[in-house]
């Protein structure tokens, strides 16, 4: 059901721009107004779901300590999997958002194992979804190239790099191989591993049907129907000076994969996806294991009813004296309030 | 139910529910769950809808309102904890947390997946706390919260030992155990809870401790031992309690006093701080190291804790130490001073022995019993005869909390290796970090529980077994109260020949004291490596 | 002699079979859990299954003494007593035995190489084993309720032994 709903989704995104372009010619509205909503939609849905998690306060500092604990000067310290300081926290984080450790430590054990591969699974999420987000990142880079002019150098160093196999023509990069690939594992993965199959929801097919067609449209943009890039220019660029334009003869292949990525942007604040900002506010893994060494202060900590020490006495005075312990009011000085047998 | 099987049926595959996990209600059989919380002991602390009643009834006897309670109480918390808030929004069901859950691993119950032990929480959320799960419902995850939802909670919530082994796993961090705390705090306001945490609850905070020992019979105990220790190797020692002005306050789960094999862990205790000469008293106020209230809520967690810095206090010690136990050192470690803090009539603790200043405990001012005794032999400071424990092979249990909770790991190992000629390693994706956890923690050590218990624990066992055939051992070292208790069980249904102590057992075997008459048993009262011939005197 | 010579040169893909019709009483996922992770630590029922399958057939077609087999089907049969099964449910894979193995020696049914009354024979023997793994389920569960009687002692033990020796004194 999940499966279907999103597919549907998907497929109903590019028949509202094929139809939308081609029958209705709704230039402007797929070409300037969506690209407005959605980026708006992005920008403060992403605000607001930040300061949403922000507000509410972290009453504790519950680190999950992957490492031995800073102890005695002899004990070697795990800094980075059990971080003592903020420096050493950073570190911590960066190898999480970097390189996904925690990910990765599925994968530690079989190395010296020799044999067979155990976590064979586990080892190819590393791997299939560092390669997803890298291929991401490098992609969104170039794509910088519509929104600036002249086009930095670096970008361009990128592409140089990006594609270096110069296949064909206009040259193939490198990482819309790897992002094609890496997506349809993280699909396949989900349709073929019956607990994956049994945990996913409509929320994890759409997304990577969503991004497969992003990725497939803009291949076909620019491999297939070699779209204009100079007036996708035109229009990206009047975007961003807000002075939108809408140059005439640009395909509608163009058209179907921009309004997929509006979707995305628009969609991503509401949605899982957030779990990019998410991870920088996690509580097990932002905040170093320093508990003992400094007070950590509970900004709602409340006074609870306790059973105090007096109270306590005057339950079982009677029993302590005669066990001879000591008390702080003797048996006669009390009023007397003898515990139950 | 009572049809003969046929043996067409062996062909009957156990399918998946066409319908997915949110239409398989949860099924209450005896073995599955643990009996409910008695209304007494809910009224000693204060616990809403305190009632006679039973998981395997039809009618729970909740609140009328209770589902405002649990909604709002959901709110409030969402309010209070951005783990929670955090956590309800991130997962991306990746599915790397599915098969590191101890109790996934023994029983295949789908829902003992982590993922969806915290979706039947974030179900609810959904709908009732975001806009795309009040309208499409199911399409996006939602679903309604009904009383079938709420027994699901219980069976599943109290089927999870907070041991956050799946949290580490997490490219994200979400903690399963702070799910199933703030799970268990929404049951615990309409009286959904079971006995086997209630109960010490209500004795921990009238009393003192878990078992509800009243103060004379508590130091009746502790003398006890000091016998049990005259007999076996001369040495009298003369503990004190409640007393002001000692230097150290001692505290440790009351499970070291009353069960075996915690009890000899206790005398080892007793027999390093005599030797040492510390000035240290006992509490019978603060007589409970454990903290049930953790597995209750936030707030049952403080107001039992709150005994510990409110007795240093009262007595004027100048820092704590605490004994062998796992829960209880996260919540030192992790809560207590920021629940109960500062502790600012304390000193920084200094090892009166080795003048070691313990800075990783300069804010909380409580430092762990195993660390004071590593100091000690680090710096020469005991005289010990590891070769009494040579008939022991000793591997050594990481518990969950005092692993993923603090990352205490070579301490109890370097105390180990110095008390012992033999000990060896269980796998590596089994141990430290990676720990398994006994299948019990969290308040689930009851024996009404236990096919789920031997279930849990299997992952545990299966590694100690694996160490059992390869190198021969017979000894599990934990430090850890539950540990002690629930492991033995554990031990005994799956590698028999395996017993359980505690690190500082091996260190009282181990320990050479000033003027002890020649020894001959452990402290168990079994012949030391040698002097199995000289069994015949008397014990 | 005649069946069990021909079910040892199958010896394996009897195993394999069993080992499945035994995973197949668990949930999907949990039986790809069981198939595919070889790290015996990260999946300690699906390897304890599948080692203890193939010694328990190779005893079972070799020597098919009962003082070897318990050990071998108490590996198999410990973990299931405290998984939610009825008995029956917890030892019907036993008695699979028979299908597979005729399913196994079709062809020599077929021919004739093994005939109806060797197969009747062979199905005696797996009730045999039925029965033994009758008596290991039964141990299993009288295991349990020991320990449990164990532990509610012990949980209190030294409060007892104290509070008898004040009485007998």
Redesign the interface.
């Known amino acids: 059901m999940g499966i279907k709903f999103s597919l549907a989704a998907v497929f109903g995104l590019v028949l509202a721009a094929y139809f939308g372009i081609t029958a209705g010619g709704l230039y402007h509205f797929f070409g300037v107004s969506v690209p407005y909503i959605a980026f708006l939609l992005f920008l403060c849905g992403v605000v607001f779901r930040v300061l949403k998690w922000a507000r509410s306060p972290v009453p504790f500092r519950i680190p999950t300590t992957a490492g031995q604990q800073k102890s005695l000067p002899w004990i070697e310290h795990a800094k980075f999997d059990n971080p003592s300081t903020k420096q050493q926290t950073v570190v911590r984080m960066a190898l999480e958002v970097l390189l996904f450790r925690s990910l990765f430590r599925n994968t530690q054990f079989e190395a010296s194992e020799g044999h067979k591969l155990g976590y064979q699974q586990e080892k190819w999420l590393w791997l299939g979804s560092l390669a997803f987000h890298y291929c991401f990142l490098v992609i969104l880079i170039r794509h910088l190239r519509f929104f600036m002019e002249p086009v930095p150098f670096f970008i361009q160093g990128l592409e140089r790099l990006d594609g270096i196999m110069q296949v064909g023509l206009p040259g193939i990069y490198l990482t819309d191989i790897v992002f094609m690939l890496a997506v349809t594992f993280l699909i396949v993965r989900r349709f073929v591993i019956p607990h994956m199959r049994y945990i996913s929801l409509p929320q994890d097919y759409f997304p990577l049907f969503l991004l497969f067609a992003i990725g497939a449209t803009g291949v076909l943009t620019r491999y297939i129907f070699k779209v204009d890039l100079i007036k996708v220019k035109t229009l990206t660029m009047g975007l961003i000076s807000f002075h939108p334009v809408v140059p005439a003869g640009i395909g509608v292949i163009f058209f179907i994969h921009f309004l997929l990525v509006c979707t995305l942007f628009a969609y991503f604040p509401f949605s899982k996806l957030m779990h990019a900002g998410g991870i920088f506010l996690s509580p097990t893994r932002n905040v170093p294991n320093d508990n003992r060494i400094r007070r950590y202060v509970n900004p709602w900590n409340y006074p609870v009813k306790v059973h105090t020490y007096a109270e306590y006495e005057d339950h079982f005075r009677e029993k302590m004296v005669e066990a001879g312990l000591p008390v702080e009011k003797e048996l006669e000085e009390a009023p007397s309030v003898t515990a139950e047998p | 139910m009572a049809k003969v ?1 046929k ?1 067409n ?2 062909e ?5 529910p066409e319908t ?2 949110m239409d398989t209600p949860a099924v209450f ?1 005896p ?2 769950f643990s009996y409910p919380g008695k209304a007494k002991n809910l009224k000693v602390v ?1 616990l809403p809808n305190p009632r006679e009643w039973s998981p395997a009834d039809d009618d729970w006897k909740l609140p009328p309102d209770w589902k405002k309670i649990i909604l709002e109480g959901l709110r409030e918390r ?9 956590f309800m ?8 947390c ?2 590191k859950c101890h109790f ?7 829902k003992n ?1 982590p ?2 032990r915290a ?1 039947l929480l974030r179900s609810v959320y959904r709908k009732e706390f975001s806009l ?1 799960g009040r309208i499409m419902g199911k ?3 939602a679903r309604d919260l009904t009383e079938d939802v709420i027994k699901e909670w219980f069976m599943y919530f109290f089927q999870c030992t907070e041991c ?1 082994r799946c ?9 399963t155990a ?1 799910i199933t705390i703030i799970g268990r705090e929404l049951l615990n306001l309409i009286g959904c809870n079971i006995d086997w945490i209630t109960g010490p609850v209500a004795n921990c ?2 009393t ?1 401790n878990h ?1 509800g ?5 508590f ?3 502790i003398d ?1 031992f000091v016998d049990e220790i005259e007999a076996v190797n001369g040495i009298r020692i003369e503990p004190s ?4 002005g000692a230097e150290v306050l001692f505290v440790t789960p009351s ?1 070291d ?4 094999p915690g ?1 000899y862990t206790l005398m080892g205790y007793m027999m390093l701080f005599h030797e040492i000469g510390l000035d240290y008293t006992w509490s ?2 603060a007589s409970e190291g454990g903290n049930f209230g953790f597995f209750t809520s ?2 049952m967690m ?2 039992l804790n ?2 510990m810095y ?2 240093a206090k ?1 007595l004027g010690v100048k820092y704590i130490i605490g004994g062998e136990c796992g829960h209880m050192w996260r919540v ?4 207590m ?3 109960n ?2 502790a600012d009539f304390l000193e920084v603790p200094v090892s009166p022995i080795t003048g ?1 200043r ?7 001012r ?1 430092i762990h019993i195993v ?1 004071f005794t ?2 000690l032999i ?1 710096n020469g400071k005991l005289k010990l005869d590891p070769s009494r424990n040579d008939n022991l092979k000793v591997t050594f249990h990481d518990s969950c909390n005092t ?9 109890p190992r ?1 105390v180990i290796q110095n008390v012992c000629n033999n000990f060896y390693e269980m ?4 141990i ?3 720990t398994f956890c006994c299948g019990s923690g969290a308040g689930l050590n009851n ?1 009404e529980f ?3 218990r ?2 849990g624990g ?2 545990r066992a ?2 100690v077994r ?1 160490v059992h055939e390869k190198f021969g051992v017979n000894t599990l070292a934990a430090i850890c109260a539950i540990d002690r ?1 629930a492991l ?2 554990l031990m ?3 590698v028999p020949d395996v017993g359980v102590c505690g690190v500082h057992e091996l260190v009282g075997n181990a320990l050479v004291m000033e003027g002890e008459t020649e020894r001959t048993t452990d402290l168990r009262g079994e012949p030391l490596p040698g002097m199995e011939d000289n069994e015949n005197e008397d014990i | 002699m005649g069946i069990e010579h021909h079910l040892r040169k199958r010896r394996e893909e009897i195993s394999r079979k069993w080992f499945d019709l035994l995973s197949c009483t668990y949930p999907e996922e949990t039986v790809r859990l069981f198939k595919k992770e070889s790290n015996q630590f990260a999946n300690p029922v699906g390897h304890t299954f599948e080692a203890a399958i193939g010694e328990i057939v190779e005893e079972f077609l070799g020597e098919n003494r009962a003082e070897a087999l318990t050990p071998l089907l108490d590996k198999v049969i410990r973990v299931r007593a405290v998984q939610s099964f009825s008995p029956s449910a917890a030892l019907a894979f036993v008695f699979g035995l028979k299908t597979i193995a005729e399913e196994v020696l079709e062809e020599e049914l077929a021919e004739g190489e093994v005939g109806i009354g060797d197969l009747r024979e062979f199905e005696r023997k797996v009730e045999g084993l039925g029965l033994l793994a009758f008596d290991v389920y039964m141990r299993c569960r009288e295991d349990l309720f020991t320990i449990k009687i164990e532990e509610i002692k012990n949980n209190t033990r030294r409060l007892l032994e104290r509070a008898r020796i004040i009485v007998g004194e």
């Not at chain 2, 009957?12 to 998946?16: D, V």
């Not at chain 2, 580490?168 to 961090?173: H, R």
């Not at chain 2, 020992?213 to 019979?217: E, L, M, V």
């Not at chain 2, 006093?257 to 075996?260: K, N, Q």
Request: charged letters at 25%; one cysteine or more.
């Open positions: 099987p043996p049926e062996l009957l595959k156990y399918e998946f997915g996990w059989r073995g599955n204060g969402l309010d209070k904890f951005r783990t929670l808030k955090i929004d991130i997962c991306v069901r990746c599915g790397a599915a098969d996934y691993l023994g029983s295949g119950d789908p997946m993922v969806l979706e795309a399409m996006v995850g956050r949290s580490l796993f997490c490219p994200y961090g979400i903690d702070e905070y009238q003192g078992l020992i009243q103060p004379h019979a130091k009746d105990m006890f309690f409640n007393r002001k499970g006093v009353f069960a075996d009890t019978t106020y936030h707030e403080k107001r709150s005994k409110a007795e009262r030192i470690n992790q809560y001073d920021t629940v803090g500062p070691t313990f800075d990783n405990a300069a804010s909380t409580m660390e590593a100091d680090k692993a993923r909770g603090m990352g205490f790991f070579d301490e370097y796998p590596p994706n089994t430290r970090e990676q024996d236990m096919e789920m031997m279930r299997l992952p299966n590694a694996y208790a033995p069980t005994n249904y799956w």
